[in-house]
């Protein structure tokens, strides 16, 4: 069974697909620019208590599943 959080009466599990891409969805996310995204991903998730299901860095776009 899934891991639903809430109250007694309204179990929810709420996860939201974001999904970012450069413009012209260039091939910009690469090497230094991709440690710095990954650092300030974790950064924000850390301050907003959210919990990261599944997030992919590629070279085109990031991919990121979080669960609130």
Request: proline share 4%; hydrophobic share 40%.
């Amino acid at each position: 069974m899934r891991n639903y959080k809430g109250l007694s009466d309204t179990p929810w599990d709420c996860k939201y697909h974001i999904v970012f891409i450069p413009k012209k969805r260039r091939k910009m996310i690469l090497g230094s620019i991709r440690k710095h995204l990954g650092e300030v991903f974790l950064d924000l998730v850390r301050q907003k208590g959210v919990i990261i299901e599944e997030g992919h860095l590629m070279p085109e776009h990031v991919y990121i599943c979080l669960s609130v």
